[in-house]
């Protein structure tokens, strides 16, 4: 049975802990036991002994929760998609499943798998050993009771430790070459046969992925310090923007072993550690960052044969390895299909048509760095430990495991910081000057492959042979302010710029992004208020200001307001929805915003839109405004009015429709509007939302966890909530709750100590033990 009562939450305290105390503190297999106590919206607060019963314990709770999504996932990057499920189907990504699986058969060969396992401390392996049999056990007694019907078949297994190192090899390489999947698998010698339509169809879905790569994982983060925080402590606001859907779904949970660790936050599937969260002590977040994390290197071929490079005069030959997967035939039978992918001694070749091409001249390989960063889970669980910034930051110095991500964090002292500090490629000014084409641009770095020179440098200094020191990378230690929303480093406050790195780990004098320059306009208009209570930063979030309306809103309501000749009359709804919209993204926001939203993505494509340039020394405020007054811009304002009077027209929505009946999530056979819109627009609560064929958007990604976390005598205070909640399996009870609270915009405290936890109205308890075939109950 399952613990509820009142009278239990008051009993169990003491019989928790005395079970903690008689547990065997040794990492044995088939010794491993946890307490798995359940909060408001099913939120697990697991407590073990030891790594391995914590591992259990994560790893049972969440097969709980989301047994069909790990498994899917483990398909995925065991390469074995088009085996059980055909190779013309998508993943969630919108990649063919034989792309994946060849990407993935060459991303996890077992050395690599084994090389990432051997690298990690006893304590990682631990965690790890401990997750896997949590999740077999759970998956074993869910078989008992019938599988979900999403997730019945072959495909669902026992897993093992080897697939959660290939699960986070996989997210290592979400910065890089990850996103190059469909032009690895695609690289072939010249050969006068030119890419059919379907390739071409499948590259131009990787082209949109990419785009959107920070849009689908971008994120907004503030720390505020003792200057200008309410009682003087540290406070953060974590606002971290996710899929909603697939292998990057957060999971919030709480993780104690008691006398050494005490952390609570969220993680990604397959993680037995908290990614983003807090401790007694400190809270902490990141946001994906700017930095390059791969360069490519352009290989001068030999001419007397296309699968050899010029490396330094001498001729070498590719390296070829054939990779093999398995392909389910429409009648049901399995056929091997074998697929060589090249490299050189900088990485596998890439082939992207139009962009990357093997020629007979040419060819590009990508070198990865994060390939080699062994260090990731030892790094995260050394952040879930950290008793003090001081010794946060000097983790994050000593292990440099953190991929792709900037880290800020506040303390219980009143001290902010921020950190670039993740894996960067070691690219001087100097070498990038020699060794690029000015022409390229800075968008993707190229170096010359037919020059040793070009390779990157090696520090002693760093943790990994080819990157940055830690201590050569941007950061800020601030009793201010520190924010960030996936620009460069350059502005993380504007009262101390962070100036003259390599542009591969950040660029100054660039246009800032509207969500950073709402959040410094914002905290500029806080200031004048006086300090910062934590309902500040929640209203940031939470009150969805559209902050591009307030720059170009005066522009188009004067063009509205002028003669518009034979289109008066088409455009006049368009123009009255401007007026009257709110200039938020709320859920009762009308039609406006709809329409805004349309305009301002065609005239994003239209150089010179702005009335005010951006101007480097000006650069929260610029650019600004649109210049109605320049013909061509009046032009594809008024085409872009006219084009989205017809889109909407077409969609079928009415005119007096809300931004809530338009923009919605779907789970179990309900929708649940969803206020927030795109980041692009400076909408702090960025939402990803993709069109549906009835006229309404479907959210993907965008706001995930959600944490506002300050510090008094007592400790952390926390609130928060998971905006796609806990669970992925739509019959579960814990698969909307959260959804609606989001949707209201609710968010409710995240009980961190005992008596939070005991106190909780829906509280539940259970204690597990390997070693036992049930549950055991108290």
Known sequence: MIISSQLARISLAGVFLGLSLAANAHNLPGQASADIRRTSFGVPHIRAENERGLGYGIGYAYAQDNLCLLANEIATVNGQRSRFFGPDPSTVEGRENR????????????????????????????????????????????????????????????????????????????????????????????????????????????????????????????????ERSFNGRGMLLANPHFPWVGGMRFYQMHLTIPGKLDVMGAALPGLPLINIGFNQHLAWTHTVDSSKHFTLYRLQLDPKDPSRYLLDGQSLPMHKQTLTVDLKQPDGTVKAVSHVVYSSQFGPIVQWPGKLDWDNQFAYSLRDANLDNGRVLQQWYAMNRAGSLKEFQASVHEIQGIPWVNTLAADDQGQTLYMNLSVVPNVSIEKLAQCSDPRIGLQMIILDGSNSACAWDIDPHAAQKGIYAASQLPQLLRKDFVQHSNDSAWLANPAQPLTGFSPLISQDGQPLGLRARFALDRLGSLAQSGPIAAADLQQMVLDDQVYQAAQVMPDLLQFCAADLGADAQALAPLCASLKAWDRKANLDSGMGFVHFQNVMEALDQVPDAWRVAFDPLDPQHTPRGVAVDRPQVAQALRQAMLASVEQVQASGLRKDARWGDVQVVSSGGEQTPIHGGPGTLGVYNAIQSVPRTDGKREVVSGTSYLQVVTFDEKGPQAKGLLAFSLSSDPASKYSRDQTLAFSKKQLSVLPFTEQQILADPDYQAQTIREQDARVVTQ
């Open 99 to 226: 792309v994946s699986d060849l990407f993935f058969t060459w991303l996890n060969t077992p050395q690599a798998v084994d090389a990432f396992w051997q690298a990690q401390p006893l304590e990682v392996r631990q965690l790890m050993e401990g997750y896997v049999a949590g999740y077999n056990r759970s998956l074993d007694e869910r078989r008992a009771r019938g599988l979900p019907p999403q997730c019945q078949g072959d495909w669902v297994r026992d897993i093992t430790a080897m697939d959660l190192v290939k699960l986070t090899r996989r997210l290592l390489v979400e910065g890089g070459v990850g996103q190059f999947a469909e032009a690895l698998a695609g690289a072939t010698p010249p050969a006068a046969v030119a890419a059919t339509g379907h390739e071409q169809a499948s590259f131009q879905v990787a082209a949109l992925r990419l785009q959107r790569f920070a849009l689908d994982r971008g994120s907004n983060a503030v720390a505020v310090g003792s």
